[in-house]
């Protein structure tokens, strides 16, 4: 009922406004004033954190983009080997786990079948288990040796939004977590990485502000055959995810690529007014990574590609090539999948709808995948 959508159309248009939130609650208690990362729920001792000399995030579907971004994450806070991988192919290739192997699952639903197996295949392999979860008592953090539990609360839409969003930021908190307990060098970090953080939710609210732009944009792209997205490191998994929920809630044609691998291939996919979204990161980030995008950018646009250019407040490099221009707030380039994503739920939420296709409900899917 409208009621229950809290006077969305859409619950998905619910969960995207209520991911502010859904991240502070994620936050709450696991923060010190210190700025110390306290995770006492997860019931792994500190000689147990230290012993792990690998880590594999096993996931499916959005679930898997987290893992993606959390590499990232992980393994610079960390220096802890970090693998991430389909939990469907997981434990069809005999990978090489024992106890000193932490395995992550991430699952919103704690009942996706692909994911359980793979974690019952870590046991049985006697790898340390945890899950990232948005479901009490469900079945993958019973059954986990630990658990840490996003706070999103019910996510009711098919597509998955604030599931999302706070499976990042416990994947981050778990990161943050380890490099304290290890006290390696990058543990100099943890602080000024918990106080962006706790801004977070501040900038979701002033960026779901500006979403009207999007919207309309969204009208104008509802006739495209396709639309490609672009990114690099931590906006390759962004480009991802904007293709998966373009795809499964608008039945479009979409497709997510590492932008450094267009030119091995996908670029000649780029037609007089192909639509390609461009996940930009924080010019004041990593070494030469916004440097390299903006000349992809300019690959493809030099080749008739019509840009949606996804860049952080004063962004001027990307302005010449951007035809259209969705600026979002300042943001550290490992936490910006967190407000990068957001524009792209709204995009293929508001072309699904342009399109007459039931937003919450689309055809084949199901909120929770129990078949393996
Ligand atoms: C997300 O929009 C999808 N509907 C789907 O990919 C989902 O993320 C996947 O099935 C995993 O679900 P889980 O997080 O409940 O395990």
Known sequence: SAAEKGGYDYFMLKEIAEQPQAIAETLLGRLTEQGEIRLDEVRLTDQDLRDV??????????????????????????????????????????????????????SQSGETMDTLMALRHAKDQKARVLAICNTNGSTIPRESDAVLYTHGGPEIAVASTKAFLTQL??????????????????????????????????????????????????????????????GRHVGYPVALEGALKLKELAYMHAEGFAAGELKHGPIAL???????????????????????????????????????????????????????????????????????????????????????????????????????
């Open 169 to 230: 930021v416990a994947c981050y908190l778990i990161g943050l977590h380890l490099a304290q307990v290890r006290g390696i060098k990058y543990a100099d970090e943890v602080g000024a990485v918990v106080a962006q953080l706790q801004e977070m939710p501040d900038k979701l609210r002033t960026l779901l502000d500006r979403m009207g732009p999007v919207r309309e944009l969204a009208r104008d792209l509802a006739s495209s055959n396709t639309v490609l997205f672009i």
């Open 270 to 372: 780029i037609d007089q007014g192909t639509p390609v979204v461009c996940v930009v990161p924080s010019p004041a980030g990593r070494g030469m990574l916004h440097d390299k995008i903006v000349s992809n950018i300019q690959e493809v646009r030099a080749r008739g590609a019509r840009t949606i250019v996804i860049a952080e407040d004063g962004d001027e490099a990307v302005l010449p090539y951007a035809d259209h221009l969705i600026s979002v707030p300042r943001t550290p380039t490992l936490l910006a999948p967190l407000v990068t994503t957001v524009p792209l739920q709204v995009l293929a939420c508001e072309i699904a709808a342009a399109r007459g296709h039931d937003v919450d409900q689309p055809r084949n899917l199901a909120k929770s995948v129990t078949v393996e």
């Open 53 to 106: 000399d690998k880590i594999f995030i096993v996931a499916c579907g959005t679930s898997f983009h987290t893992g993606m971004v959390a590499k990232y994450a992980i393994e610079h806070w960390t220096r802890i080997p970090c693998e991430v991988e389909l939990a469907s192919e997981f434990r069809y290739r005999d990978p090489v786990l024992d106890r000193s192997t932490l395995v992550v699952t991430i």
